[in-house]
């Protein structure tokens, strides 16, 4: 069991009469002194505590009263970094443990020098978008994201033609982080000619601007100066959901294109199965075992167990287990016709938050569907359908905590029921 221990060497001092601070760290036996780089007096040194206490034995009065909450402040951030270096040591013995690598002595000082050693120091050379196109294609993200990643490169893009000046890894500072956050809330030209994304797209576009930046640092880039200043937090948004008398209707119109009949059909299954669009396009006869899916989460690479339902089965059967799919872009776009055709029309309300201030509007449901609404309308048929958020987890692969925040929708038949069986 790796441990590691605060010490001084009360023989080893220099002409000022101090002596240096190590982390002992110990395994199997042997051990490996790691300097911390903080000299202290030895009188200083609390070995019990591994802590320095530079107020030891001196009384508070007015006179050093400023000089004492010097000391303290100067002890507080020595000893933080003392305890620093010990948590950095414990956390490199417990990633070789999980590589099943026994981090003896000699491997864990090694890797703890490596981390210090210099960063790479930025290149005016260095072009900025060629390093995002690698960083993109060295990805191994599912296709979506790096889509992601791709609309923060053009957003990148934008900004250089509003700042009318070539982008630059040098330019990546504070400053410039405040510029391009009001370019993202305020100045960016949408598709449709509006200015400014909401705050959930800036948000998307920031963190994955800290992706990428992240990338860079473990190649040797220093960002960071700027890296934990790049905060951001989702909004809360409505959850969309159709509802079984919405799935019924849909799935008993007769669309007179064939093309909006298999793009229902797709959808509809999939209120039943709840996968991610990338893992239903893989979807083939032979992930279905005992009429329950059986397969392994692209994004996630979680378990997935989906017990067939017999409307499920049904459209299963009518293509022979080979799923007319399509892209998920087309999907969006035709499956909004699709109920629109078939007058899932009920108005529902949007809810647009840019830079703190929300918009209210009320739209029909079907301009809200998109394959998404597929997975949170099977997780709310499910919790209608009384099958616990844990049961849930395990069939869609997702954290009760994420089912609970982002993808269950309850009716109002459902809450109207529920308030009436517990007050009756």
Request: aromatic fraction near 10%.
């Amino acid at each position: 069991m790796p441990t590691v221990k605060a010490i001084i060497r009360k023989n080893k001092v220099n002409l000022k009469g101090e002596c240096v601070v190590y982390i002992r760290y110990g395994h199997m036996e042997k051990s490996v002194d790691i300097s911390t780089g903080i000299r202290i007096e030895p009188k200083f040194w609390n070995d019990d505590k591994q802590k320095i206490n530079s107020i030891l034995g001196l009384r508070k009065s007015k006179s050093n009263e400023d000089l004492l909450k010097e000391k303290e402040k100067s002890d507080l951030y020595a000893n933080s970094g003392i305890d620093k270096i010990k948590s950095e040591l414990i956390g490199i013995a417990r990633l070789l443990q999980h590589d099943d690598i026994e981090p003896e002595t000699h491997l864990v000082k090694e890797k703890f020098l490596d981390k210090k050693k210099p960063k790479t120091k930025l290149k005016i050379e260095d072009n900025l978008f060629t390093l995002f196109s690698e960083f993109v294609d060295n990805s191994s993200k599912s296709d979506t994201t790096k889509r992601n990643y791709r609309t923060v490169e053009y957003h990148l893009k934008e900004f250089q033609k509003f700042k009318k000046r070539r982008l630059a890894l040098k330019d990546f500072d504070i400053k410039f982080y405040d510029q391009f956050k009001q370019f993202l809330f305020n100045d960016l030209t949408k598709p449709d000619g509006t200015k400014g994304l909401s705050d959930n797209s800036a948000t998307s576009t920031i963190k994955n601007l800290k992706v990428f930046l992240t990338y860079l640092e473990k190649r040797g880039y220093d960002f960071q100066h700027i890296i934990p200043h790049l905060k951001a937090t989702y909004q809360d948004t409505p959850i969309y959901f159709l509802t079984e008398e919405d799935i019924v209707t849909l799935y008993e119109h007769v669309f007179e294109s064939k093309k909006l009949e298999k793009v229902r059909d797709i959808f509809i299954l999939n209120c039943y199965l709840g996968l991610r669009y990338s893992d239903l396009s893989r979807l083939t006869k032979d992930h279905i075992v005992n009429d329950v899916v059986e397969l392994r989460a692209y994004k996630t690479l979680k378990d997935i167990y989906v017990p067939l339902t017999p409307i499920a089965k049904d459209i299963l059967r009518k293509y022979d287990y080979e799923l007319p799919m399509m892209s998920e872009q087309k999907m969006n776009e035709y499956i909004k016709e699709a109920c629109k055709q078939a007058k899932i029309d009920q108005k529902v309300e949007k809810i647009s938050t840019s830079s703190g201030n929300k918009t209210y509007k009320q739209i029909p449901k079907y301009e809200v569907i998109t394959t998404h609404i597929a997975v949170k309308t099977f997780i709310s048929l499910c919790c209608k359908k009384n099958i616990s958020p844990k049961t849930v987890s395990i069939i869609t692969g997702k954290t009760v905590k994420v089912i609970m925040k982002h993808y269950l929708g309850m009716d109002k038949s459902t809450v109207k029921d529920q308030m009436i069986k517990a007050f009756a």
